[in-house]
């Protein structure tokens, strides 16, 4: 009668192990991707923004350019 129960407990143990690994991995997961992507928003964004301020800082040069040497219709 033991024997009977502790192959019943180790035959349900061993066929939740695949849930709880799965259940494990996708928390991992979960955690490389929050990971990722903060990182990536918190290195990219400042990128983007200042690469928009150097464009806009070489078309008001242009602009400025074109104004004092009278090339209005160059761009």
């Known amino acids: 009668m033991l024997s009977q129960a ?5 035959q349900a143990s061993s066929s939740q192990q695949p849930a709880v690994f799965g259940k494990k991995l996708f928390c991992s997961f979960k955690k ?22 150097e464009q806009q800082i070489i078309e008001l040069e242009k602009e400025q350019m074109n104004v004092l040497t009278g090339n209005a219709s160059a761009k």
């Open 6 to 10: 502790s192959s019943a407990i180790s």
């Open 32 to 53: 490389a991707a929050w990971i990722a992507s903060t990182t990536s928003l918190i290195l990219l964004i400042p990128l983007i923004i200042e690469m928009d301020r």
